[in-house]
T-cell receptor
Framework: AQSVAQPEDQVNVAEGNPLTVKCTYS??????LFWYVQYPNRGLQFLLK??????LVKGSYGFEAEFNKSQTSFHLKKPSALVSDSALYFC???????????FGSGTQLTVLP | DSGVTQTPKHLITATGQRVTLRCSPR?????VYWYQQSLDQGLQFLIQ???????AKGNILERFSAQQFPDLHSELNLSSLELGDSALYFC?????????????FGPGTRLTVT
């Protein structure tokens, strides 16, 4: 079985400050991890993924995520938040043998001007 | 714009009815996925097709069915609709059949069952 948890429903951060959106996972075997973003009235957009290799993954729009195997986490980060980053963020996971992606419940990020 | 198109954008229908949602994947993508997004259930995987064949099945009800046609577009059929089927239905596509490929999502079809 595989699962993913996003412990915060809502994250607020001031523009220009660093942001972190948390994600922890549980899989049998090696995890394949993804972050997607959903803007209002839009479909999800791919941000970045971790398959193997360097634990720090860089993605679109200045976002990055750090894979931490011992803590089973894959937190999304950005050094300096923009108001336009305000959106709903989803973490997703699958194990190599899984037949589907499992998405977290989503974290609403609000960047305050 | 992801390149994935979905029609219609909005659909309002009554309980007991049947509807068909349509999806055209990005050019060159062979996989199509269907998801249901609702406030109480979150984002739920329904089914995946790869190059015309069913590849994986998730939490899809027996009242729901899907297919992928030779031109790679896909349709999701929902029948005997219930109030609880009201949700956003997303289609996504990817170039390959494996889950390591990033998925590109369409804008969704909002279904309201009254």
């Amino acid at each position: 079985a595989q699962s993913v948890a996003q412990p915060e429903d809502q994250v607020n951060v001031a523009e220009g400050n660093p942001l972190t959106v948390k994600c922890t996972y549980s899989v049998s075997g090696n995890p394949y991890l993804f972050w997607y973003v959903q803007y209002p009235n839009r479909g999800l957009q791919f941000l970045l993924k971790y398959i193997t290799g360097d634990n720090l993954v860089k993605g679109s729009y200045g976002f990055e995520a750090e894979f931490n195997k011992s803590q089973t986490s894959f937190h999304l980060k950005k050094p300096s938040a923009l108001v336009s980053d305000s959106a709903l963020y989803f973490c997703a996971v699958h194990s190599g043998s899984a037949r589907q992606l499992t998405f977290g419940s989503g974290t609403q990020l609000t960047v305050l001007p | 714009d992801s390149g994935v198109t979905q029609t219609p954008k909005h659909l309002i229908t009554a309980t007991g009815q049947r509807v068909t949602l349509r999806c055209s994947p990005r050019s060159g993508d062979l996989s199509v996925y269907w998801y249901q997004q609702s406030l109480d259930q979150g984002l739920q995987f329904l089914i995946q097709y790869y190059n015309g064949e069913e590849r994986a099945k998730g939490n899809i009800l027996e009242r729901f069915s899907a297919q992928q046609f030779p031109d790679l577009h896909s349709e999701l059929n929902l029948s005997s609709l219930e109030l609880g089927d009201s949700a956003l239905y997303f289609c996504a596509s990817s170039v390959g059949g494996g889950l390591s490929y990033e998925q590109y999502f369409g804008p969704g079809t909002r279904l309201t069952v009254t």
